[in-house]
């Protein structure tokens, strides 16, 4: 069994990633942290937690976590995180980062898009990106894993396998995605307030939004050269999920939609968690919701020969939880599904 | 007064026309029609009808309606409302068609787009597009208006201008729109069901949509010459509203963000129901809803020189229904916001 | 034209309020309110407002309101109305009170369920309860008007006939009531995040709603002796709207339910905003919302005896700004739907 | 491994039943059957299956079905479920039934409550009510488990204990219940599309619903006298969940609030899906939602002595498919809590 952590539990992303945790057979959760002074019972910010738990969300304490936990989850907010990662990984344990504190490899991009200068740049180095299908390899031995944004992770693993075999053009890269709520994340603000998301729909961030370099940068690594995206997140109505329906273009003017599907089958034919949707069927969020599917849908238009991917997955799981739980199924050699199917 | 019928009164853009007409200082409604064979009272349709109004929906008569009505407002499904036009327009009476069987002017795009011949392709040259704050002068004279579609007002609304001023280029012209479900009027299908729709979000009829060649019929005019666009549509799992998404690139480098908005305020600073939003700040559908407004933001990405344009309307008014009052009242002299501030 | 003064303007109601006044044929808007220090433009508050409207919201000045305004609303938070409300009934100004702070009559009430001292008890002696259709008379000559709550508006409409005519039992009455989030207000709590009311319903404040008080005053008045409520809130995942079905018993056992709808009938069939369902139908927010009416339904339950009585308002209308705009008319001699058909 | 079917998978019912048999230790699903005339895969009416899984949802076969499954859950509508659960009770398998038509003990409350006439009124005699904290031993060695409504689960479970301690008085017993829309099925109708549901809550089948006979059955019998309830169900704008609010009168003024929690915690305190929340905590759907818990909560209000109790399940799993798996886990002697944790 391994000894697991989670820093951070009360929040959507702690509390989803316990839910997970606790189904899978091959952990132990040792500790649930939070900030607060206080223990709060597991079963507060997780309803549905089985009876005869009686796991309790604890205040922060070092020493006892270095003891007892084999690897930390992080669902600390962004700067604390570098400092607290720093720490574990000093103390020899394994730490998967669900904030976005180790996922940019350019120190010089955290002043820019998260307003910090980053403490600790070469942990940068050392991170391993955790987009599970693409860095599976990498991943096995990292013990610094940067588990990847909600937004870019459903972009990323759709263009990254057309842009290695060149299928599309590195420009335009246009992704105009829509987010449920609770990737904003609990803290109280007038825009999540019910009466202000209900029946609405609208842009958010324009042009600003800090998943821009973390997305530029999965996609540059996979052209082989600089990548500029225009990247409009919208806020939607709903609780969970993430839809992303990305314009680009074919590289040729031979190339085939089929032949854009097959290199994505190609590509993840075998992996558990992405779906090649086919001709003519597109993703939807009710098909991903409270699952670690991404599912990939694409249609090339003969009009104007323009391509469309689409993207779905749910925000709390391979957009965070899941593909954090996945990542720890990798690098400790479990099956890749475990607790997540 | 003017004597007005609604033909189609028991769907969502019927009823809300009807709701509007009530309210209106110059109108008398003369007829309320379905194709149903008894007659329904309106509170059933429109259950917000002051106690007073003894209204009912009633079986098509033609020979009542052209006897009684000034005008005729045509809620009905595409292809009927051609013919039913056509006969309307013989008897002298004026016509307002909220389908789409007027609005293109090439007759050869209904058999590739809505899947018919047209019946009576002269009405077409006959017919004045409706979109009110761009065609105003021929409204006032018009005996056939084609009111127009849902998701093309926001889209035509905000690039006309700019293409006629020529800062934008006419390609690409990317258009990402989503919708709320009244969109999809009141026949049972399971893709409007609740539990289909609730947290749920997907694209459809992916570079499908029936509304292409009306927007690019829109925007070829504005550019003198052919414009060819991708547009896909979305559902929001919300009641009202639509939203777009708009990418394009200015014409030149040279080409300012305050450039664009000030043109597009040039063109509508005067006009009731066209909102230019200042920089920085974009449309939602919550400031539109129960409106008829059309609200339009504008982003220039400094670091990819990508124009983003963002407008939203409520899909039954400015859409739908409160454009056709619109018209109505350019029609007949009425103060345009008539009936609909 | 009335000089007219809402105090409190960037609330639901207040918003709501500014919204029907603006469209009221014989009010003036001189001053929109704000505890805030600096101007805020209505549109933030109201996008609705029509263009031309230049609005601002602004601070709270009482000599500038003394010397315009003829009358003032008061949409503040309970107990800061109570003071506001007394100095301009010392100037002599018409009140019309949106919060609680003149609704009870016996004093001794506010420090239970509203945990403060009433500082001004005189006035809840010279305050005319709000309830349009049942307080007519005193409401033309009223100084200050306690316009009712939310919850109270619907069932007390229903039950005071009924009382009155001795056709049901004072006891039991039990009101299970569902309210939609903006009764909440505005202030920034866990309880109306979006991500907790999405897909949620609860009840609240069990047995403790500080409605019960004012509900059980005018059941009691009806009945002519003390009437003791059992009075359970629900919050909705909805925006605006409540449905109240509430429990009784007829008096006899000869009552039938035919009765009890003639006796609603007889109470309200001339008045503009309640409407009496048929036998066999019910109230459903969607019939009422956007709307000033209260619809109520009846059925009595052959096998048990039992009588249930269903009502449906928007809350922000029929239980808030509605009726205060209808009392307003009543009072100040205006038809009673002014700005509200 | 024991070979389970599952007749009518393409419902809610039976898609929720699939997906928690799919994850399942000690089963294996040998049939998914449809009315329909082609197989359908799995994959879409259950999109979170995951990918290895190459299920087909398949035209019913009897003589198939007779050879390879031990047992059937039968997810038929209404009448359907009659005959064929006689069918494969003749040919010696278990059937669970999710159906209403082995509930009623009494035959003759077919015709009155169902609109027909029980076709095996034998089989009434034979099924066990599948109430699983209830009936435990009698289901260990049903061959026909009836499993119940999900409107009576939450109810039942909650005043069973209460009147067979006689805590509380058989009359009155009003139970004002809320359901998810997936309550209502798949079936087209008005009623359930998003566009009447969204934003709305409306009482329907007011004293009419078929489920009262049932709930009357589970408190008669634990009453030990005839008991006859009222009984108002709700539609909420909700995906799944049903929340009762109970009104009921303590049998004694001695008895006191704790006494009554205490009974529960007595009853149930060792279940693994029966909560009693603490005292002044009340249930809510985001608590039980995805989950088999029924949660209760209690309150005695001092003022008017009477009693509120408030149940809050998942309506396709407590309600239907999770307590169907955990009728078979009993039944089969595995973990009570096996596939549903």
Request: proline fraction near 6%; hydrophobic fraction near 40%; charged fraction near 20%.
């Amino acid at each position: 069994m391994l000894n697991c952590a989670v820093l951070g539990a009360t929040g959507y992303t702690g509390a989803e990633l316990t839910r997970l945790l606790l189904s899978h057979p091959d952990v132990r959760i040792t500790h649930l942290t939070t900030r607060q002074e206080k223990p709060i019972p597991l079963s507060e910010v997780l309803p549905s937690v089985p009876r005869g738990v009686q796991l309790q969300i604890t205040p922060y304490d070092f020493e006892d976590l270095r003891k007892k936990a084999d690897m930390v989850f992080l669902c600390l907010p962004h700067t604390e995180a570098m400092t607290t990662g720093d720490l574990f990984l000093q103390a020899g344990k394994v730490v998967i980062d669900l904030s976005a504190d180790f996922r940019l490899k350019d120190a010089t991009l955290y002043p820019k898009w998260y307003g910090i200068d980053h403490a600790f740049p070469a942990r940068l180095r050392q991170a391993v990106y955790g987009l599970c299908e693409v860095n599976r390899k990498k991943i096995r031995k990292a013990e610094l894993i940067s588990n990847p944004g909600c937004y870019p992770t459903g972009p990323s693993l759709a263009l990254i396998p057309l842009l290695e075999k060149k299928l599309i053009k590195h420009d335009p890269v246009i992704i105009n995605a829509a987010s449920g709520v609770s990737g904003a994340g609990k803290k109280l603000v007038t825009s999540t307030q019910f009466c202000e998301v209900d029946g609405n729909y609208n842009a958010y961030k324009v042009n600003k939004h800090q998943h821009i370099p973390e997305i530029e940068q999965n996609l540059s690594l996979a052209a082989g050269r600089e990548v500029a995206i225009t990247f409009i997140p919208h806020l939607l109505p709903v609780y969970r999920g993430i839809l992303a329906t990305i314009y680009v273009e074919p590289a040729k003017k031979t190339v085939t939609e089929d032949e854009v599907r097959r290199a994505l089958v190609t590509a993840y034919g075998k992996d558990p968690f992405v779906r090649v949707k086919p001709a003519g069927q597109f993703p939807s969020l009710k098909d991903v919701r409270n699952t670690n599917f991404c599912d990939i849908g694409v249609s090339l238009d003969a009009r104007t020969g323009r391509l469309v991917i689409i993207t779905a997955i749910d925000n709390l799981l391979k957009g965070a939880s899941g593909q954090a739980v996945q990542n720890m199924n990798i690098r400790f050699g479990f099956p890749e599904g475990a607790g997540l199917i």
